[in-house]
């Protein structure tokens, strides 16, 4: 369907989020926070035990250090996205959901769009769509936030999906809006530049019915070339070689659409070679065999 594989994100991957950490000024890195216990030591307690309301003095010497309840469950929510502990992130923030705070929403909706992915049909689309109103509710609090921004594509992509091919292409518009001004705010996003790829992608690789249904719906469908999408997987990997096995993947399926095979079989090669951490990498090492053989 259309733009089923525009984000990753329709898969299960960490590569996406754990990188980025709101108290910490969502400044990229390549490793994962130097203090991987760090949510587990202050969450020895409940989070709802420690006060009701937002925030508790510790004092340490003669200096006072200020530790909010909101930073301990920022921490503890990062620190079981990396235990891969969705369902328990969910109840961990649902009760904060109509705090207005959207360093607290968007980690909820993240991890309600996660727990969609285990979900029965009739739960997960009841997750996405209230997702989906939670991360747009947060974007009227704080416009200028990329993460707001980057979510709000990735969920808006995954409510189309449940709604047919018209909704796919009357929103791809607005799920490319998101991306680009995520990009806007935050450039030197690998991941952000990988989406973009893959919708523009998506969209030079769209089948006469389905621009056929979108000129009925626009008068002139969405537009892309393969080149564009070359373009946005090339800057990619070059912020950040290397840091997904399916940008890889679409950098060599590309370039087939493209007729450069010498420069496919380079990077499809690539894929077969990542390192196989995630379902992500072994779906992706799997498509990269299967296009080896065909070529």
């Known amino acids: 369907m259309f733009l089923r594989k525009i984000l990753f994100t329709a898969r299960d991957t960490k590569i996406l989020h754990r990188r980025f950490f709101a108290h910490r000024g969502f400044q990229y890195s390549r490793k994962k926070c130097n203090h ?3 949510g587990t030591k202050l969450f020895t307690a ?11 003095t510790k004092k340490k010497g003669e200096n006072e250090t200020h530790i909010t ?12 996205y990396d235990q891969e502990k969705y369902l328990e992130i969910q109840q961990l923030l649902s009760n904060y959901k109509d705090s207005g705070d959207v360093e607290i929403i968007w980690r909820l909706c993240r991890a309600m769009y996660k727990v969609s992915k285990i979900s029965n049909e009739v739960d997960a689309k009841k997750l996405i769509f209230e997702a989906h109103d939670l991360i747009l509710d947060a974007l009227k ?16 992509n995954t409510k189309t999906l449940y709604e047919g091919i018209k909704a796919q292409i009357k929103e791809s518009y607005n799920i490319k809006k998101h991306m680009l001004r995520a990009m806007e705010l935050h450039p030197m996003d690998p991941t952000l530049l990988y989406m ?16 056929k249904i979108a000129s009925v719906i626009f008068g002139e469908p969405p537009t892309s070339t393969f080149e564009e999408a070359l373009k946005y997987f090339k800057n990619a990997e070059a912020i950040d070689p290397n840091f997904y096995s399916y940008n890889l993947l679409m950098l060599g399926k ?27 990498d072994r779906e992706a090492k799997q498509e990269a065999q299967k296009l080896l053989k065909d070529i």
């Open 196 to 211: 973009l790829g893959s919708w523009c992608y998506q969209v030079a690789d769209l089948t006469w019915y389905q621009r």
């Open 254 to 280: 590309t370039y087939l659409k493209l007729n450069e095979k010498e420069e496919a079989l380079k990077y499809l090669k690539m894929t077969m070679e990542y390192p196989a951490k995630s379902e992500d």
């Open 46 to 56: 409940s989070p709802f035990t420690v006060m009701a309301i937002w925030g508790f």
């Open 69 to 80: 309840t909101k930073e301990v469950l920022i921490a503890k929510a990062d620190a079981l």
């Open 141 to 156: 609090i704080k416009e200028d936030h990329w993460v707001l921004h980057k979510w709000a594509s990735i969920i808006l």
């Open 36 to 38: 991987p216990t760090l």
